[in-house]
């Protein structure tokens, strides 16, 4: 089997042009444009390229950035000063704090001072308690992107019959009844990706650094989805034949070590399963590009909704 290749730039792309038409409509309707506040407090360079990537993102689908910097040694109350600030301002649609912040502070407790209505990194307890009651609210931005990634492969496969035997993975146009593995039990990641696939009706399974017999779990999955942070963690021995594999996992390490230029590597070691999967996520450019895709989406979703709720125009 030669698994297909989830192109996550290309459906990235696509998103964000559907959302470079969306804000057009919406500003023809509205009079004016979803607005993105991006909060970077110190200088630590990758989230400073992170940063300026969204802000950049944002401005090319027609949305108005907001790039709000404070010092390193900035203040608990100093942060959440600003974060009232732009939860205050009509023009800020979105809001995110880019994590890590640094050690001094709280990141979780001031990520929670987010107004959910703006929360497009869907992170606060608010959205996070709206996703496990499977209500309507703002989602994490790469478990999101992870979906569309999916429902990609089932488009491709567009309704044809099933050729695959029982025992291979069912088409992912139906996650009802697959079995769906998840390693990694983030807030950021693995939990909300649980609750989507379970919003889907997958049967789910989370795994961690205490599973027992990782190995044997992973081997269950119609769907696996590794976001571990550890190098080629996922080996052709953890994957059944036919699975689709989704690789969440960047580490970086030397051009040498990691055989590439980018020195990027996944959690899934992609030589070795690719060929046993039906379709798989390279690293780079597969789940990298969803986030700030789907990012764009929220902030335009978080725009309408607060014009749906009565916020001024
Ligand atoms: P995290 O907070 O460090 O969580 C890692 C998870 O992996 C934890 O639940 C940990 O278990 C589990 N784990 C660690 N070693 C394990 C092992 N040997 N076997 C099984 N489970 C193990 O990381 P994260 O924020 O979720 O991110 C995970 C990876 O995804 C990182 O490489 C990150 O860079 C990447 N990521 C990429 C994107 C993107 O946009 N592409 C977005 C988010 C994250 P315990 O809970 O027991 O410690």
Redesign the pocket.
């Known amino acids: 089997m030669t698994a297909k290749i989830i192109d996550g730039k290309a459906i990235a792309a696509r998103v964000r042009a559907q959302v470079a038409e969306d804000v057009a409509a919406f500003g023809a309707r509205h009079g004016r444009t979803p607005g993105l506040a991006t909060v970077l407090v110190g200088e630590d360079p990758a989230s400073a390229v992170y940063v300026g990537g969204k802000q950049r993102a944002c401005a090319e689908v027609g949305m108005t950035p907001f790039d709000r910097r404070l010092p390193a040694d900035a203040s608990f109350e100093q942060v959440a000063e600003l974060l009232a600030e732009l939860n205050a301002d009509e023009h800020v649609s979105g809001i995110l704090l880019q994590l890590p912040v640094p050690a001094h502070l709280d990141g979780p407790t001031l990520t929670g001072m987010i107004d959910p209505a703006k929360d497009v990194d869907g992170l606060t307890p608010v959205n996070a308690g709206l996703l496990s009651l499977g209500r309507p609210g703002l989602r994490p931005?790469?478990p999101l992107?992870v979906m569309e990634l999916l429902a990609s492969v089932d488009a491709q496969e567009g309704g044809a019959a099933d050729q695959r035997s029982a025992s291979r993975a069912p088409r992912p146009s139906n996650l009802a009844g697959a079995e769906a593995v998840v390693?990694?039990?983030?807030?950021?990641?693995?939990k909300p990706m649980a609750q989507l696939l379970l919003q889907d009706n997958a049967t789910v399974t989370v795994?961690?650094?205490?599973?027992r017999d990782?190995r044997a779990v992973c081997a269950r999955a119609d769907v696996l989805i590794?976001?571990?942070?550890?190098a080629r963690?996922i080996a052709a021995d953890f994957v059944k034949p036919g699975a689709i594999v989704i690789d969440?996992?960047?580490?970086r390490l030397t051009p040498e070590e990691a055989g590439n230029k980018s020195g990027l590597v996944?959690?899934v070691d992609y030589d070795a399963v690719a060929p046993l999967a039906s379709a798989i996520t390279p690293?780079p450019g597969?789940?990298?590009p969803?986030?700030?895709a789907l990012l764009l989406r929220n902030t335009l979703q978080a725009a309408e909704a607060a014009l749906a709720a009565g916020a001024p125009a």
């Not at 390693?183 to 693995?190: A, D, E, I, K, T």
């Open positions: 931005c790469t992107g390693v990694g039990r983030s807030n950021l990641f693995g795994c961690h650094s205490r599973t990782l590794a976001a571990v942070g550890r963690l969440v996992g960047m580490n996944g959690d690293v597969g789940v990298g969803m986030t700030i």
